[in-house]
């Protein structure tokens, strides 16, 4: 079910060769976390260990090497390199059923090679649930149900990527999604798949995750976590993967971080949570008290979209500020039957053997979505006086 260590999202390698730069003795551990709370079966539970075993035989090969060396000219050859001899180890993935049944997962490394982990491990838990419930999708109906959606982004000219990886239903699906706007949609942008986009001569689109901005929480304290993240960023990729990931710790406290260096360096920002509406109103501002003209910066919208949605944000920020969109489940998990709702955070993290482990926190601007413990949560919250 994972064939190539490019089957996930490009912003894992970037984020990989950051923690080789600027931290290579920091650990951490990511933590799976279910929001549905799904009773799973022993049976499920044998076929995903088994699943994750087979991923120690997975290696960069040298057509893969070349390709994105030449594709991603912001990560040296030497990286690279180093990854053509790295390897997953199944026996550093912790896995197992409590006793209501739900299904926990923990994995635990140095930080740059335990991000590695995350994706391909959610794409394996969605599939072989899929596959031990019996659902089978009907292709020719994925491909029905792209159609109104590409003929959508084709009318109105919306820009948008494919960011399906994590929660698609198979690699199946994934392939024949990306397939299809391969040769159809005349505005989709990329995928953020390092493997599809080699497939299929398409563009690899990522910048960093929220894991970035958590680490840095962890290790500097949240007040100065945003700047440090974003200018420690700028440190590795020199203006290079330049959208800012706004809302590990809300999008207010990211926009009243914000100085004018980083808000001019950087040429937009990705909202993931909350009200688009309301954060396009609330950065346009930011922008301007800059001096900074809104029209020439980029919001990437990511939370939960679907076409129609995406449609009307276009229409709201048209003239005001330029915008692209992030599509994944809709795209790739779009069969007919109930998508898994699931996550994988950095949930701690050291910066060398000798330092105590410090634990890992993501605000959410969507209610109820918080991740971390409660007393940490309401630390974050206290030391940023978000209540």
């Known amino acids: 079910m994972i064939y190539s260590i490019l089957d996930t999202d490009l912003y894992k390698f970037t984020t990989s060769y950051a923690y080789i730069k600027l931290f290579p003795y920091a650990s951490g551990t ?8 799904t009773v799973c079966s022993d049976h499920f539970l044998a076929e995903l260990k088994e699943a994750i075993d087979q991923m120690r035989r997975i290696a960069l090969t040298g057509d893969e090497l070349e390709y994105m060396t030449h594709t991603c000219r912001f990560l040296p050859r030497v990286y690279w390199e180093w990854l053509s001899s790295f390897r997953f180890q199944p026996e550093k993935v912790n896995v197992w059923l409590d006793e209501e049944r739900h299904l926990h997962m923990e994995v635990t490394d140095y930080m740059y090679k335990v991000t590695l982990y995350e994706v391909p491990l959610l794409a394996l838990v969605s599939e072989v649930r899929n596959r031990v419930m019996g659902h089978v999708p009907d292709l020719d109906k994925v491909v029905s149900r792209l159609v109104d959606k590409v003929s959508l982004s084709n009318r109105n000219h919306l820009s948008f990527s494919e960011f399906g990886t994590r929660r698609r239903f198979s690699f199946e699906v994934h392939d024949t999604v990306i ?17 599809f986009a080699m497939k299929y001569n398409m563009k690899p689109m990522g910048t960093h995750p929220h894991e970035w901005f958590m680490f840095h929480g962890a290790q500097f304290g949240y007040k100065h976590a945003n700047y440090m993240a974003l200018e420690n960023w700028v440190n590795v990729y020199d203006g290079d993967l330049g959208t800012a990931l706004s809302d590990t710790y809300t999008s207010d406290a990211f926009l009243s971080n914000l100085s004018r260096k980083q808000a001019k360096l950087f040429d937009g920002v990705r909202c993931d949570s909350g009200d ?13 008290e800059f001096g900074i003209d809104p029209t020439t910066k980029t919001i990437i919208f990511s939370n939960a979209l679907n076409f129609p949605k995406a449609l009307d944000i276009q229409q709201f920020c048209q003239g005001r500020i330029r915008c692209a969109f992030g599509i994944g489940t809709n795209l790739t998990n779009d069969t007919g039957f109930t998508p898994s709702n699931i996550v994988m955070k950095l949930t701690r993290c050291r910066m060398n053997n000798n330092q ?31 209540g």
Not at 30 to 37: G, L, V
Not at 182 to 195: M, R
Not at 278 to 288: G, N
Not at 377 to 382: D, E, H, N, P
């Open 179 to 195: 397939g299809y706007l391969k040769q159809h949609a005349l505005y989709c942008t990329g995928t953020s798949n390092c493997y």
């Open 356 to 386: 105590e482990w410090h634990e890992c926190v993501k605000l959410s601007d969507d209610e109820g979505k918080h991740l971390g413990s409660s007393m940490e949560v309401k630390a974050c919250l206290y030391e940023l006086q978000l």
């Open 30 to 37: 990511f933590s799976f976390t279910d929001r549905d709370q």
């Open 276 to 288: 688009e509406f309301e954060f396009t109103e609330k950065l346009i501002a930011r922008y301007k």
